[in-house]
């Protein structure tokens, strides 16, 4: 069992910056795909990226290619999402997400959760 811890969520300017983090608890935490999740007021939860236990394979939502890049560490039990070129459309709660067996884009896939940080863009 993980749990997950995320930060780094705030207000910031379309066009401007944000990393988010997620602190994972437990010393298994490396044999964990990650993902990262965001969900919009009204809207679904939907994927953004995600990254293989070691960090070898990365994947993105169309929405994220290019301006959001995943990695993790795994000596530290983190894994971060760097978004740049930010947008109003990318203000939701994001979350950051575990599983075994693959990165999947698909929430109903994922075991553990965290509680989610807020991102919002201003225009």
């Known amino acids: 069992q993980v749990q997950l811890v995320e930060s780094g969520g705030g207000l910031v300017q379309a066009g401007g910056s944000l990393q988010l983090s997620c602190a994972a608890s437990?010393?298994?935490?490396?044999?964990?795909?990650m993902g990262w999740f965001r969900q919009a007021l009204g809207k679904e939860r939907e994927f953004v990226a995600g990254?293989?236990?070691?960090?070898?394979?990365?994947s993105y939502a169309d929405s994220a290619k290019g301006r959001f890049t995943v990695s993790r560490d795994n000596a530290k039990y983190t894994v971060d999402l760097q978004m740049n070129n930010l947008k109003p459309e990318d203000t939701a709660l994001y979350y950051c997400a575990a599983r075994l067996n693959g990165v999947s884009s698909s929430p109903d896939n994922y075991d553990y959760w965290g509680q989610g940080t807020q991102v919002t863009v201003s225009s």
């Open positions: 990254i293989s236990r070691t960090g070898s394979i990365t």
């Open positions: 437990g010393r298994t935490f490396s044999i964990y795909d």
